[in-house]
C-alpha cells in the first residue's frame, strides 16, 4: 500500500458522479479540492483523471473502474465509492497499484433495511395488489387476506451493514431471524441465530439477501439454490441483481414454490439490453400479482443521500492523516 503520508493537500479529487452538495464543502475542510464533474462520460473519466494529475476519484456507478484505466493513472493515490458495494470497482488491481479504497456502507445501511422491510410488508399484506384493484374500482378484502410477519421465519443472507439493520428493522415484529455470513462471529445473537447456509434454507419462509456480488456469489440463487429451500415462499433482493438468476426466480413462481418476490434490483438493470429471454422473466415479473418491483432504490433517501458524503469524507480524512 502506497503511505498515505505523500498526500500533501490541497489533495486534487475528480467527482464524476451527481453527490449531494455537502460533499464540496466537506473536502474543502480536509484539505482536498473537489473537481466536480458530475456530466462527464464514462468513456472520457480516464483520459481526465490521466491528464489532471488527481490523487483521488469519488465515483457512484458511472463507470467499471478497471486495470486498465488504473495503470492509466499512476499518480492515483484513493478511491471513494460512493454507497456499499465496490462491484464496479476492480480491487485487485487497485489492491495491486497500492490505491486505497473506501465505501461507505454505514451511509445507507439504514435506509436498505427499513426498505426490505417494507418490501416484505408490501407482499405479505398484498398492498400493491390491493392498491392496484382500488385504482380499477374494485374492493376485494378477503382475496387480499394476508400474512402477519410473526408467524414467519425470516433468513438473512450476509450479515454485513444490510443485512444487520434489517435484522435491527424486524426485531420488533416478533418473527424468528434466522443468519448466515462467512464470519459467523459477526451476527448478532439478540438480533438472529447464527446457522450454516443449509440450515437457513432448509428453514425459512423468507429468505433476504444482504451480500456483495463477488465471484462467488454472482448468479448464486440459481435452481439449485431454490429447490434446497424447501419451506421458501418469499424472496428478497435489495443486494445486486446479479446474485440472482431471474430465470430461476421466474421458474420458482410459475411452479408455485414461491408465493412473492421482492426485487430492489435486477440481473440485467438496463431495460434497453435486455436479450428476449430476459425480456420475457421481466414480463412475467411485472405481470406477477405478488411480485414487488423496484428500480434499486432501497439506499435512495435524502438522509443517505447527505450521509454518505460524511462517511467518505471521514474517513478519507483519517486515510490523508495516516
Known sequence: MKPAAVLVPPVRCLIVDEMHPSLLPLLTEIGVFGDYQPTITAANVPGVLAAGGYEGLIVRSKLYLSSEVIASVPHLRFVCRAGAGTDNLDEAALGAAGVHVINAPEGNRDAVGEFAVGLLLAMLRNIPRAHCEVQRGEW??????????????????????????????ISGFGCRVLAHDLHPEKINRSLAQPVSLDELRAGAEVISLHVPLTDDTRRMVDAAWLAACPQLRWLLNTARGEIVETA?????????????????VLENERFATLTSEQAGDLKFLQNHPNVVLTPHIGGWTMASYARINEVLVRKLSRYLRG
Do not use: P, S
Open 140 to 169: 376485494n378484502r378477503e382475496a387480499n387476506r394476508g400474512i402477519e410477519l410473526a408467524d414467519l421465519t425470516v433468513g438473512i443472507v450476509g450479515f454485513g451493514h444490510m443485512g444487520a439493520a434489517f435484522a435491527q428493522k
Open 248 to 264: 430461476a426466480v421466474v421458474a420458482a413462481l410459475r411452479r408455485g414454490q414461491l408465493v412473492g418476490a421482492g426485487l430492489d
